[in-house]
C-alpha cells in the first residue's frame, strides 16, 4: 500500500542560502613597484601584498534564532506526557507517524485514551501493532486527525475531512454541551500544543469499509 508515503507527504521549510563576498585591494602603483634590478635578480622586489585575512572565504552566518528550534511540545510530545495517552503514542511510533505529526501541522487530534483501545476486540491492537501491518494503523490513526487546528469553542456539528481523507461525522449537542465524533463522545477537550490541539474520546473510531 502507499498509504504511509502519501501521509507523510501530506504531513509533511526551506533551506536559506547564505553567501560571502571580499575584496582584495591592489597596493601601489606601477611608478611605485618598478626597479632598477636587472631580470632575474632574485633580489628584485616583490610587490607589496595585503597579509591574508583566514575569515575572508567564510559565509556570514546569521545570529542564532531560538525560535527556529524544532519545537519540544508538539501534539506527539503532549500526548506522550499524559499516560492515559501511552496506548496512543506506542500506536503513532509503530506507524511512522511520529515525525511527521511532530513536525507538521497544525493539527486537531481526536486522541482515544487507552481504555478506548482497550474496548477493541481482543487481539485487535496486538494485531494493528504488527510491523506487517503499518500501513492499516497509520489508516485508522490518521482518521482521528484533522490539518487544521479546531478548539472546542469553534467546534460545530457538520463533516470534517481528516488527513486519511474521508470525513468524520462530528455532532455537537447545543443543550448539553456534549461533541460526539462518529460514535465516540469527546470526554476532554483543548489539550494544547504548539502545532495543535488535542481532544479526548473515548473509542476508536475507523475510516467508512473498514472493519477490524
Do not use: W
Not at 82 to 102: H, I, K, M, N, Y
Request: proline share 9%; with cysteine.
Amino acid at each position: 500500500m502507499k498509504t504511509r508515503h502519501s501521509l507523510t507527504k501530506r504531513l509533511t521549510a526551506g533551506f536559506i542560502g547564505l553567501g560571502a563576498v571580499f575584496a582584495l585591494a591592489a597596493c601601489g602603483t606601477p611608478e611605485d613597484t618598478a626597479t632598477d634590478t636587472a631580470p632575474g635578480d632574485p633580489t628584485a622586489t616583490e610587490p607589496d601584498m595585503p597579509a591574508e585575512d583566514p575569515t575572508a572565504n567564510q559565509p556570514d552566518m546569521p545570529a542564532e534564532d531560538p525560535s527556529a528550534a524544532t519545537s519540544s511540545n508538539s501534539v506527539v510530545d503532549v500526548a506522550a506526557s499524559d499516560d492515559s495517552f501511552s496506548t496512543l503514542v506506542q500506536a503513532v511510533e509503530a506507524a511512522g507517524l511520529a515525525e511527521p505529526l511532530a513536525t507538521g501541522g497544525p493539527f486537531t487530534i481526536f486522541a482515544p485514551t487507552n481504555e478506548a483501545f482497550e474496548a477493541l476486540p481482543d487481539g485487535t491492537l496486538e494485531t494493528l501493532l504488527q510491523p506487517e501491518n503499518q500501513d492499516l494503523l497509520a489508516q485508522v490513526l490518521t482518521y482521528h486527525v484533522v490539518p487544521q487546528e479546531v478548539m472546542a469553542a469553534d467546534v460545530t456539528t457538520g463533516e470534517v475531512p481528516t488527513v486519511a481523507g474521508p470525513s468524520i461525522s462530528v455532532v455537537v449537542d447545543e443543550a448539553s454541551g456534549e461533541v460526539m465524533v462518529n460514535e465516540a463522545m469527546v470526554t476532554q477537550t483543548d489539550i494544547q500544543a504548539d502545532n495543535g490541539v488535542i481532544h479526548a474520546i473515548d473509542q476508536v473510531i475507523l475510516p467508512p469499509g473498514l472493519e477490524l
